[in-house]
């Protein structure tokens, strides 16, 4: 038998003053059964990040031709695909044939060596964007992580400052590729 995502909900007030957007997000996760808190919540801040109209969660790990979240043209054509983790150079040529925008969200404590390995070839690839988010930066926004919960998102000159009313965590994603 199967093991059934965790659900989680979450109240986002973002705040997003570098792209003048100011929303309350009302946003059900599903944590994949082999998928940490760790991962789940740099979807959570990807989502956040890129926040536009028509930008969904997918299907998730379980799903090889999707990726972790996306954004579809009224027309149904993807605008921007949005990787998480540290993807081979195969499946970010995939994307940028798909997409009018692909962007990675690194993290993990083998982040680093991943961009050392896979930095030319992913960087030759166009439309391209990658950031990298610090592990202990990861780790700390990851303790905020509840079942429900209600959380503040202020993201000002590519800073994000996370917080659930008793805690605040403060994240900087390193730009390693630019579009």
Known sequence: MALKPTIYKAQVNLADSDQNCFEELSLTIAKHPSETIERMTVRLLAFCLNHARGLEF????????????????????????????????????????????????????????????????IGALPRLQVWKFSWPEVEAASQLMNRTMKLGLSIVGGTLYLDDGSNSVTLEPALLRGP
Not at 78 to 105: F, M, T
Request: glycine share 10%; net charge negative; hydrophobic share 35%.
């Open 58 to 121: 997918t299907r998730g790990l379980s799903t090889a031709d999707e990726p972790d979240i996306w954004q579809h043209a009224d027309n149904g054509e993807v605008e921007h695909w949005i990787e998480l983790g540290q993807p081979e150079e195969p499946r970010l040529r995939k994307a940028c044939g798909k997409a009018k925008k692909v962007s990675v969200y690194a993290f993990g404590r083998s982040a680093d060596t991943w961009w050392k390995l896979n930095g030319d070839a």
